[in-house]
């Protein structure tokens, strides 16, 4: 029985030497990562968000973190943008923990088969291999939160990639 979910796309990371421009741009973005995680009321606030729709997302997670980023926001040039990478970052840690506590939920219901637990997951759409069902076999609570994170600065998320909204108006000249 495969459970896998098939990627349609290859993503690749690599290892680069981060140009002195983007330094301090990354710094204040990590810098509000980093306040908005360690920071127990906004946390909290965060794992209350039922994630929908991208822009319901993007407007619950600014209403939960809008102060902490308005600190920072002068830091870089252009703060919608990397207000959408920083947030687009946070809605995947909010991701990645609602699919954490569907596998908890279900192997605290399956009564102790692994095999049972990926096929009701499975019927979620939640695709977990075994290695992963019998680590979260030893958790004694669901996973909150984290308290850090490492900023990744994608930019290739923009606006059509994260949000379908409308493009932004740009200074380019259109041909």
């Known amino acids: 029985m495969g459970y896998r979910k098939k990627k349609s796309t290859l993503t690749r990371a690599i290892k680069i030497d981060m140009p002195d421009e983007l330094r301090p741009i990354y710094d204040g ?80 219901t399956s009564g102790g088969s692994l095999a049972q637990a990926q096929e009701t997951l499975a ?15 030893k958790w004694e609570s669901a996973p909150p939160l984290p308290s850090k994170s490492v900023f990744v600065m994608n930019m290739a998320d923009s606006d059509t990639a994260i949000y379908p909204w409308p493009a932004l108006p740009s200074s380019a000249p259109t041909s």
């Open 29 to 108: 973005c990590q810098a509000a990562l980093d306040e908005i995680l360690s920071t127990d009321s906004v946390r909290t606030s965060l794992e209350q968000i039922v994630l929908g729709r991208s822009d319901a997302n993007r407007a619950s997670i600014k209403a939960a973190v809008g102060g902490v980023w308005s600190k920072y926001e002068a830091r870089v040039p252009t703060p919608s943008w990397y207000e959408r990478i920083l947030f687009r970052h946070i809605e995947n840690m909010l991701d990645s923990r609602k699919e954490a506590v569907a596998i908890y939920t279900v192997i605290n």
């Open 123 to 137: 019927k979620m759409k939640v695709y977990v291999s075994m290695t992963r069902l019998k680590q979260a076999e």
